[in-house]
């Protein structure tokens, strides 16, 4: 697994997790964005992703179509 694939993995698994908390699916990559870059101060090696990368992540997810 590469380090972009780990990344997206994560981005993925974070989607998921907070999608019960959203009201709506734009609110998603904002909630995911603001929760990847909180557990980046715990990260020996932080993720290093864009708000964009995040959006066409979750928008090109088959679950959330």
């Known amino acids: 697994?590469?380090?972009r694939?780990?990344?997206d993995?994560?981005?993925?698994?974070q989607a998921v997790r907070?999608?019960?908390?959203?009201r709506a699916l734009f609110e998603l990559p904002l909630i995911v964005y603001n929760q990847i870059m909180q557990d980046n101060d715990l990260r020996k090696r932080p993720y290093?992703?864009?708000f964009?990368?995040?959006h066409a992540i979750i928008m090109s997810m088959p679950e959330f179509d």
């Open 5 to 7: 694939d780990e990344i």
């Open 1 to 3: 697994m590469t380090r």
């Open 48 to 50: 290093k992703v864009s």
């Open 52 to 54: 964009n990368r995040i």
């Open 9 to 13: 993995s994560e981005i993925r698994n």
């Open 18 to 22: 907070h999608y019960s908390e959203c």
